[in-house]
């Protein structure tokens, strides 16, 4: 059981590039959501889903695009990196409400 | 809107010393409660969380938190610290709509600091 996947580890982007993190669960849960974790800031909801077909806006949501086609899969695009989006990027999902979400192991992100 | 604060962004303890990270709330409805651990390089881990019932919830590792709805606080406490325990905290809060990875604020994280 892998749990929560992210990939990739690393990345280097100049800025104006796109690229997109994935994620994947084998739990079966329906809630997924990415987060950004900047120094002293803690983690900050990007855009979060509560099943296959329906996503929603967080706190930042400007930047980045999101969709979940598939109940495993919820994958974050940037559409044209800028050095603010220089971050750690961790994905999360759980069952369901009020109960434990799981994290990635996360995904940092350097944009020059 | 709810809001977490974490009082303390440093907390350094001797090895065996008891631990108290604090951690205030606000927010206009009721909310679920959580504190989370990140080691080094690793993603977040569930130490513990209040739903409903005994303010007094007891997690992994030794840890404990204390809910009062009063002061609209949820401080973590350990009474005797391991060099293990060096890792960042968060508290975080959702509201009673959502638990999961729907929508949880987190305040900026206490590190906790052992010293032998």
């Known amino acids: 059981n892998a749990g929560v996947t992210q990939t990739p580890k690393f990345q280097v982007l100049k800025t104006g590039q796109s690229m997109t993190l994935q994620c994947a669960q084998d739990?079966?849960?329906?809630?997924m959501s990415w987060y950004r974790q900047d120094p002293g800031m803690g983690l900050r909801l990007i855009h979060y889903?509560?099943?296959?077909?329906?996503?929603d806006q967080g706190e930042v949501p400007n930047g980045y695009n999101v969709s979940r086609s598939t109940t495993e899969d919820f994958p974050l695009r940037l559409l044209s990196a800028a050095p603010s989006q220089t971050s750690v990027y961790f994905c999360?999902?759980?069952?369901?409400?009020?109960?434990?979400?799981?994290f990635g192991q996360g995904t940092r992100l350097t944009v020059v | 809107a709810q809001s977490v604060t974490q009082l303390d962004s440093q907390v350094p303890v001797f090895e065996e010393a008891p631990v108290e990270l604090r951690c205030n709330y606000s927010?206009?409805?009721?909310?679920?409660l959580f504190w989370y651990v990140q080691y080094p390089n690793q993603g977040l881990q569930l130490l513990l969380k209040?739903?409903?019932?005994?303010?007094l919830v007891k997690g992994i590792n030794g840890f404990e938190a204390e809910f009062n709805k009063s002061q609209t606080s949820f401080h973590l406490r350990k009474p005797s610290v391991h060099i293990s325990d060096t890792a960042e905290y968060f508290c975080?809060?959702?509201?009673?709509?959502?638990?999961?990875?729907?929508?949880?604020?987190f305040g900026k994280g206490t590190h906790l600091i052992i010293q032998p």
């Open positions: 889903s509560v099943g296959a077909g329906i996503t």
């Open positions: 999360a999902s759980s069952y369901e409400q009020g109960t434990e979400a799981f």
């Open positions: 975080a809060v959702s509201l009673h709509s959502g638990g999961g990875a729907d929508g949880l604020t």
């Open positions: 739990m079966n849960h329906e809630y």
């Open positions: 927010s206009s409805v009721s909310v679920y």
């Open positions: 209040y739903l409903s019932g005994s303010t």
